[in-house]
């Protein structure tokens, strides 16, 4: 019992690095349909299935897969309003940890698993940029790891690496064995797939993908070069676009940067990227 593992998995960068990060351990996905994908949503749910299906066959991993409707339960709306002094929202400062781990009690103590893992959302040294010992925050290493029943613990994974670090050891990874893999990052659209245009998957394309030197379109984005144009108007224009794309508040803007810079000499021939450089962190 004690070796078995089972990984919660959304196909997202925090999920799919701690599937990598654990794969010696065979864990078994565990998608939630409900969590990220509304149940009413059968076309959305169909495409994130199949890429998920795709990732298992590619990784020679057992899923599951649960259908629930634990977020249609609460009135969200109202449990927001009730918790403005954490400065958060209710799913993301306080239920989606302890929501998501509950799911797997059940299959875990029937298949005698002895652990579940459950990806970090953040890292030690957002702790440190922020000058915080703790975030607060739904899943955190001081929630998670002390989730336990019968002889299962949990493992609160990957807090130690930033997403920007997570990304370059996926892609590492899946370039040293020969692997495909979808990175499904997008929470605006509801097909299931990547939308390639709002902020999560802009980050993602920039910094997760391309500033590893690799081509966003082999991970499940549509991408070309006109999209770091669109990129450069709304960071620099962000008072009309939102805070998500203000650099100095929105997060990973400042590793993924910082990435960039580290080869300027690689990147000299795009000019489309010079602003980039031109930012003082």
């Not at 899923?63 to 609460?74: A, G, H, M, T």
């Not at 009135?75 to 209710?90: P, S």
């Amino acid at each position: 019992m004690e070796d078995k593992y089972m990984s919660f998995f959304s196909g997202g960068v925090d999920s799919t690095f701690t599937v990598i990060n654990n794969i010696d351990k065979k864990p078994v996905l565990t998608s939630i349909w409900g969590s990220d994908m509304p149940i009413d949503e059968t076309e959305g749910w169909k495409n994130l299935s199949d890429i998920i299906n795709q990732f298992s066959k590619e990784f020679d991993l057992e899923k599951v897969f649960i259908k629930s409707d634990f977020k249609e339960l609460l009135n969200i709306k109202k449990l927001n309003g009730e918790i403005i002094a954490i400065n958060d929202n209710w799913w993301h400062g306080l239920q989606h940890g302890i929501s998501i781990i509950s799911h797997g009690v059940i299959y875990a103590y029937k298949n005698q698993i002895g652990n579940i893992l459950i990806a970090s959302s953040h890292s030690t040294r957002d702790l440190e940029e922020r000058g915080v010992e703790v975030i607060p925050c739904g899943s955190s290493p001081i929630i998670d790891n002390y989730f336990k029943f019968s002889n299962c613990k949990v493992i609160h994974d990957g807090f130690d690496f930033t997403r920007q670090e997570k990304i370059g050891k996926i892609l590492d990874y899946v370039n040293e064995n020969d692997k495909n893999v979808y990175i499904k990052v997008c929470w605006e659209s509801i097909s299931g797939k990547n939308c390639s245009k709002c902020v999560k998957c802009c980050k993602s394309m920039l910094g997760g993908v391309l500033a590893e030197k690799q081509d966003p379109n082999l991970f499940g984005f549509e991408f070309d070069e006109s999209i770091l144009d669109e990129i450069y108007e709304k960071v620099t224009n962000s008072e009309d676009y939102g805070v998500y794309w203000d650099i100095n508040k929105g997060n990973y803007w400042k590793h993924i940067f910082e990435r960039f810079q580290e080869d300027p000499e690689y990147w000299k021939e795009k000019k489309n990227l010079k602003w980039i450089f031109d930012l003082k962190l």
